[in-house]
Structures are given as structure tokens and as C-alpha cells.
């Protein structure tokens, strides 16, 4: 089975040194993931420091195949083949991933201005649509999270925005 870990294009290296750390494989590895793609961004990493745009560096750590790599044109590919995606709290990343539907752990950035992310995160797991982390919890949320109460994500429907704005306008 396969994971993914995403950090969009922020610089959030306590996620990328949480993913690659001993407790978090081992966490993945105990749930049957055998390979971690991990998309880093701008984050540093020591694995491979020097992989550059376009480059992927492959290694084992811990029994777990990982592919590190910065940036690619587009994602859909790598959350297609995952079967869990471990993601930064972005907004963006979080509709896209929700609306494929993929299993989705976020782990909220606690260094963004006014941790914005850590209450979408915990709005969105309310409603029961993901799962929400912290760095310090994440091999734990892995081993926990289990997909049988996740709530399907609504479709979009262009027409509530449509209603949204008529009524703010005042058209209705």
C-alpha cells in the first residue's frame, strides 16, 4: 500500500521530519504501507538535500520504500495512487483531496499567522470528513485513524454559491 505526504509549496519542516521519522514508518509500516511518497516543497530535508525541482530521491528507512521530491505539475497522480494522504492543513489541498475522495490526515501548520489551519482542520474532522494531527501525534493518528467513519465529502454545487451571492447582493 502506498501513503503520500504533502506539504504544498510552504516550508513546514517539522511535518517532513515527522513523516520520515522512526515512530511515523513504523506507524505506516504497521498498517501495511509499504512505500511513503513524500512531497516536500520548500521544506529542508536530510535525506536528500540536494534533489532539485523535477529530481525524486529513493531510499528505504525502516522497511518503507520512500520517494522524496519538491515539486511536480500537479498532484492528482500521486493522490491517485495513494491509499492514505498525510497533508499540511492548506484549504486548497484539503477540498481537492476530500472531493476525490481519499482517507485524509491533516496536520495543521502552528507557525501560520493566527493558526488558521488548526480550525479548518478541526472544523472539517467535527463534521467527521478527515482526520486532524499534530506533529507530536501523528504516528499515534495514523495508527488510529480508521476510514469506516469517515463522512463522505458533499459534491460541489455551483448553484449555492450562486444563491449566496444573490442574497448578499440583494438580487433575492
Known amino acids: 500500500m502506498r501513503a503520500l505526504a504533502t506539504v504544498g509549496t510552504t516550508k513546514f519542516d517539522t511535518l517532513i521530519t515527522e513523516v520520515l521519522s522512526p515512530r511515523t514508518l513504523n506507524a505506516l509500516k504497521a498498517r501495511g504501507y509499504t512505500t511513503l511518497s ?72 502552528p507557525t501560520l499567522l493566527h493558526n488558521h489551519q488548526q480550525e479548518l482542520a478541526q472544523a472539517l474532522e467535527a463534521q467527521g470528513y478527515l482526520k486532524s494531527s499534530t506533529i507530536e501525534d501523528l504516528a499515534r493518528s495514523i495508527q488510529q485513524f480508521t476510514t469506516d467513519t469517515v463522512v463522505p465529502f458533499p459534491a460541489f454545487d455551483g448553484s449555492k454559491f450562486k444563491q449566496l451571492l444573490d442574497e448578499e447582493m440583494g438580487f433575492i
Open 38 to 109: 513524500v512531497q516536500c516543497g520548500n521544506s529542508d530535508f536530510i535525506y536528500a538535500p540536494s534533489v532539485a525541482k523535477g529530481e525524486t530521491a529513493t531510499l528505504i528507512l525502516e522497511g518503507v520504500s520512500v520517494e522524496l521530491w519538491k515539486f511536480k505539475s500537479s498532484l492528482y497522480e500521486e493522490y491517485d495512487k495513494a491509499e492514505l494522504i498525510i497533508s499540511h492543513a492548506g484549504a486548497g489541498t484539503i477540498i481537492e483531496i476530500l472531493r476525490l475522495p481519499k482517507p485524509l490526515i491533516v496536520v495543521p501548520n
